[in-house]
Every structure is written in C-alpha cells, then in structure tokens.
C-alpha cells in the first residue's frame, strides 16, 4: 500500500501563488508516476499535471501550462504543484495520485493510489 498526503491548499484572490506538497510513504518503490488531479463542484475529476519519479515525462493540461509547475523530491518522497497566477477557474479539490505503471497519465482509472485531497478556493 501507499499512502498519500496532500498539503497547502487555502483559500487566496486572483492572481495570487500556492504549493501544493503531496507526500508518499508505504510501497513508493511499486509507484513510476506521480499525478495531480482536481475536481471542481458537480464536475468530474480532471488531469492537471505528472511527473515521473525517475525524472522526465512531465504533462499539463492546458489550462495550466504556464502557470502550473510540478516538481519531485525523491530523497523524500514528495511532489509540489507550483500554482502561479491562480484564477477563479482553479477553484477545486485537488487530489495527489500515484501510478503503479510508467504509462500512467490523464485518466483516473491508471492510478492505484489517492490522497484525500486538499481544498483550494480562488475568489475573483
């Protein structure tokens, strides 16, 4: 099993910054791909960004390209979303995710692992 546990949402206006800290514990070394994910109130759960522990392989989903940045700290297990410029839009639980094959991207299903998820409200 792995655990995850996300950190640093809150609550900020428009135009404003937070990271997000997602830290793993548990089997990490049965996990390739880290993700992070958010859902919005009365929407489905939505791909924003992965990396891979080894290094590369980094993705975005387009509304956030530009102003999202995520990073790993392999020594301790953590990955960070960088959130720039935030927007009303932004405004959901976001969610850490861990893949057990290197393939895993945008869809939900190809995680195996979720933290509970951290609220971030972004008012206008």
């Known amino acids: 099993q792995v655990q995850l546990v996300e950190s640093g949402g809150g609550y900020v206006q428009a135009g404003a910054s937070l990271r997000l800290s997602c830290a793993a514990s548990?089997?990490?070394?049965?996990?390739?791909?880290m993700g992070w994910f958010r859902q919005a109130p009365g929407k489905e759960r939505e791909f924003v960004a992965r990396?891979?522990?080894?290094?590369?392989?980094?993705a975005y989903t387009d509304s956030v390209k530009g102003r999202f940045t995520m990073s790993r700290d392999n020594a301790k297990k953590t990955v960070y979303l960088q959130m720039n410029n935030l927007k009303p839009e932004d405004t959901a639980v976001y969610y850490c995710a861990a893949g057990t094959s290197d393939y895993a991207f945008a869809r939900p299903s190809q995680y195996a692992y979720w933290g509970q998820g951290t609220q971030v409200t972004v008012s206008s």
């Open positions: 548990g089997r990490t070394f049965d996990t390739y791909v």
């Open positions: 990396i891979r522990w080894s290094g590369g392989g980094t």
